[in-house]
C-alpha cells in the first residue's frame, strides 16, 4: 500500500501548554456532526456525533481555556469535511496544532495523515514504516490518543485480524471506512 507523497496534513510545532482561547464550531450534515477546536493557527480537536457544548465544557475543565464561537479559523477544513461526506474522495487539508504530544505520537499520526482515502493499514505495517517492527500496540495506543479525527484518519488502522478499536466507538469506525468502500 502506498501512502501519499506529500501530507495533507501540516503538523505546526506542538504546543507545550493549552491555548488561553480556543475558537470552536460545529460542521453539521444529514447524517454527521463534527465539532472542531483550535487556535487561528491549526486545530487542536475534532470529535464526531457530540454536542458543541460537551466539547465547549472539555475545553474548559481539561484545558481551562476559553471557548470562543467561531467558525472563521476553519473554512477551508469544514469546506473539506463536507466534501468527504458528500461521497468527495480526498484528503482533508488542514493545519493541525498538536497539543502536549509524544515524539512517538507524533509520528504516528505524521503516517496516518498520508494514508490515502479508501485504503487501509494495519498497526503492525505502520509500525514498519517506522522502522519500529513490534510497535503495533504502541501504535494502537497513539492511534487512540488522535485528537484530530478525520483530519487524521485513524480510522484507516485496523488490526490484523479484525477492525480493532477506535475511540470515538466501532459504529462510527464502521460507518467511515463504509463511506470509504472498505467495508461493505
Given at each position: 500500500m502506498k501512502l501519499l507523497?506529500?501530507?495533507?496534513?501540516?503538523?505546526?510545532?506542538?504546543?507545550s501548554k493549552p491555548p488561553e482561547k480556543v475558537y470552536v464550531t460545529t460542521v453539521d450534515g444529514d447524517h454527521y456532526s463534527v465539532v472542531l477546536a483550535g487556535t487561528e493557527q491549526g486545530l487542536l480537536r475534532v470529535m464526531m456525533n457530540v454536542p458543541l457544548e460537551f466539547l465547549i465544557g472539555n475545553i474548559r475543565s481539561d484545558w481551562n481555556a476559553r471557548a470562543v464561537k467561531d467558525s472563521t479559523p476553519f473554512e477551508s477544513v469544514a469546506g473539506g469535511i463536507r466534501s468527504y461526506f458528500t461521497g468527495t474522495p480526498g484528503p482533508i487539508r488542514a493545519a493541525v496544532q498538536p497539543l502536549m504530544i509524544t515524539p512517538f505520537t507524533l509520528e504516528v499520526h505524521r503516517i496516518l495523515a498520508r494514508i490515502p482515502h479508501g485504503a487501509t493499514l494495519r498497526y503492525g505495517e505502520v509500525a514498519e514504516i517506522m522502522g519500529k517492527p513490534g510497535a503495533a500496540r504502541a501504535v494502537g495506543s497513539a492511534c487512540g490518543r488522535n485528537p484530530v479525527l478525520l483530519v487524521v484518519p485513524c480510522h484507516r488502522v485496523v488490526a490484523a485480524n479484525g477492525l480493532g478499536g477506535f475511540g470515538a466507538g466501532l459504529d462510527i469506525k464502521k460507518t467511515l471506512l463504509r463511506l470509504e468502500h472498505v467495508l461493505p
Open positions: 507523497q506529500e501530507s495533507p496534513v501540516e503538523f505546526l510545532a506542538p504546543l
